[in-house]
């Protein structure tokens, strides 16, 4: 991301600083800004003038040092919508680990974390206004490959205004990371990835996505407006003694308490769940974090891995057969579920690498589809104070982007 500060001084010179993908810092002295007609600041896609006329008083000064130290912390598409990605924890820049038992010491390194408050344990939290809460959508897909598939993916999302976009792992499939950074081009500032095994199996093509998407660790979290979004990676040690997992538990305690969280969706690559037919599922990682999600209330478990869409009913973790998990009666033939027990799985390898079958539907399987290719949309909306409604489509990239499943949850 580009951002740029400009003092236009009595004269209308150009103090002009750039900064390239949040990793520099900057100062002002306060001399420059009390001589300025205006100060602007702008991304490239968004512009703020501030007037500081000399008959103005403190306080309006005082929005360079203070809100706008915020605002420029935060990742943001336009003004109007008010984007906020609140990058936290070990994946989010600023953040160093103090000791093993993952307590976490944040600071302002960055201008990203400039927002940061110490006495947040775990969060980097940018300004909000009234407005940040409900109707967004965002888009996911795994599996792509540098391939016309892949860009087709990307020409659906783009098609369906999507604000964020999460990469479910398996992006390239080649040597390197750059044939799909540069399919991706058109969506890479609103993307965040998780890590796939094509990603992991060099440790130079995993440095240069790591790098391309400021990731300091393989798994990590935000916050898009009144969602709460956790990336997991199954390429690094995840078992319970892992720092993944203390990492994992503690940041899902403490947004499954936050009042400002409505959904909670966690993301990564290697299927915990399917009807077979194609890659083995990742039966350790399913037995270490499903009794997680199913503990702190996560809405969707988004993955990939498979190449072909598969959506489970909302279940819960069975402790007594690991591999049939506990399917409500009361959802079964559903697509609308009202305050469900138990998350949603959805298999989204549908990105663009050549597709693989779907076994005969297990029990708990509510919808599948192979040989296609597309994007699940989810529809996030806020229809009154008490009710919070998530709708997912599954969209073909091809056919005049045809739904080919639909699902609703109704929280109240």
């Known amino acids: 991301m580009l951002l740029s500060l400009c003092l236009f001084t009595t004269n209308f010179n150009l103090l002009k600083i750039d900064l390239f993908n949040d990793k520099h810092s900057f100062s002002i002295d306060i001399s420059q800004i009390e001589n300025a007609n205006a100060m602007e600041i702008s991304d490239i896609n968004n512009s703020k003038i501030i007037n500081n006329n000399h008959t103005k008083d403190n306080e309006e000064k ?62 980097t939290t940018t300004k909000k206004s009234a407005n940040s809460i409900g109707g967004f959508n965002f888009a996911a897909a795994g599996d792509w490959a540098c391939t016309s598939k892949a860009k087709d993916t990307v020409k659906n999302i783009i098609d369906h205004d999507a604000e964020l976009v999460l990469a479910l792992g398996d992006l390239s499939y080649d040597s390197s990371a750059k044939c799909w950074l540069n399919i991706i ?11 796939g095994n094509h990603e992991a199996e060099s440790s130079k093509k995993l440095k240069d996505y790591m790098k ?61 769940y399917s009807s077979g037919g194609g890659l083995p599922d990742e039966t350790d990682f399913r037995k270490a974090y499903h009794p997680l999600f199913d503990k702190y209330n996560v809405d969707l478990a988004l993955q990939g891995h498979h190449h072909a869409y598969e959506r489970m009913y909302p279940i819960t973790f069975n402790d007594d057969s690991k591999n049939k998990p506990i399917v409500n009666d009361k959802v079964k033939g559903s697509n609308v579920f009202q ?24 029990p708990f399987s509510a919808a599948k589809d192979d040989g296609i290719f597309g994007i699940i949309n989810i529809d996030i909306e806020k229809e009154d104070s008490d009710k919070n409604i998530l709708t997912g489509t599954f969209i073909n990239n091809k056919k005049k ?7 609703k949850i109704i929280k109240s």
């Open 62 to 123: 005082n929005l360079i040092s203070n809100s706008y130290k915020e605002e420029l912390g935060s990742e943001q598409k336009n003004s109007s919508s008010n984007k906020d990605i609140q990058d936290q924890k070990e994946g989010g820049r600023g953040v160093e680990e103090e000791n093993d038992d993952n307590t976490l010491n944040l600071t302002n390194k960055t201008l990203q974390n400039t927002a940061l408050s110490t006495t947040t344990a775990t969060t």
């Open 185 to 195: 081009k058109p969506i890479a500032e609103k993307t965040k990835i998780a890590i």
């Open 212 to 272: 391309a998407f400021n990731l300091e660790k393989q798994y990590y979290s935000f916050n898009y407006k009144n969602v709460h979004f956790l990336a997991l990676s199954t390429e690094t040690s995840y078992d319970k003694g892992s720092k993944q997992y203390k990492f994992a538990e503690k940041d899902l305690q403490q947004n499954a308490d936050n009042s400002e969280i409505d959904w909670i969706i966690v993301f990564y690559h290697r299927n915990a």
């Open 339 to 362: 305050n469900p027990d138990g998350t949603i799985f959805l298999t989204v390898g549908t990105g663009g690498a050549e597709s693989m079958t779907v076994a005969k539907s297990k």
């Open 401 to 407: 982007n045809k739904i080919l499943d639909e699902f």
